[in-house]
């Protein structure tokens, strides 16, 4: 395929119909289970390069293009296209990747909720780190 990508990677028109692209589905279904499996971007990225997988023709891949596919939920089998992942591995990629985009809490964000129980507000424990950073400071 040249050019500018019309369809989703995995996927071909074969007599006007939006048909799986055999060799395609099968690294679509790669990428998603390795990212399960606990693989980065960055790892997916070069695993694809090294395998000398083509994504367009004279396109190397990138970043961007696998988190293309990971968010693509049309990969499950939506608009007319015949499903490559199922609803399950679709969720499981969400789910890590929700994970992966929320911060992290400090130790310390973590002892202060237990001590309120967990009731405390985003905006009480800015407050308090405030308080806690102003003392340390002084």
Do not use: C
């Amino acid at each position: 395929m040249s050019g500018n990508r019309k369809l989703p990677f995995g996927y071909k028109m074969e007599l006007g119909k939006i048909v799986i692209h055999p060799m395609e589905a099968v690294v679509v279904q790669e990428i998603f289970e390795k990212y399960i499996l606990g693989a980065s971007y960055n790892e997916l990225v070069d695993s694809l390069r090294k395998d000398g997988i083509s994504y367009n023709e004279g396109k190397i891949w990138n970043k961007s293009m696998v988190a293309r596919i990971l968010e693509n939920k049309k990969y499950v089998g939506q608009s007319g296209r015949p499903p490559i992942i199922t609803e399950e591995q679709y969720s499981r990629v969400e789910e890590k990747r929700s994970k992966a985009n929320s911060p992290q809490k400090t130790e310390a964000q973590k002892v202060l909720r237990q001590l309120s129980n967990g009731i405390i507000t985003d905006l009480a424990e800015q407050q308090i780190r405030n308080v806690l950073n102003r003392l340390i400071t002084d």
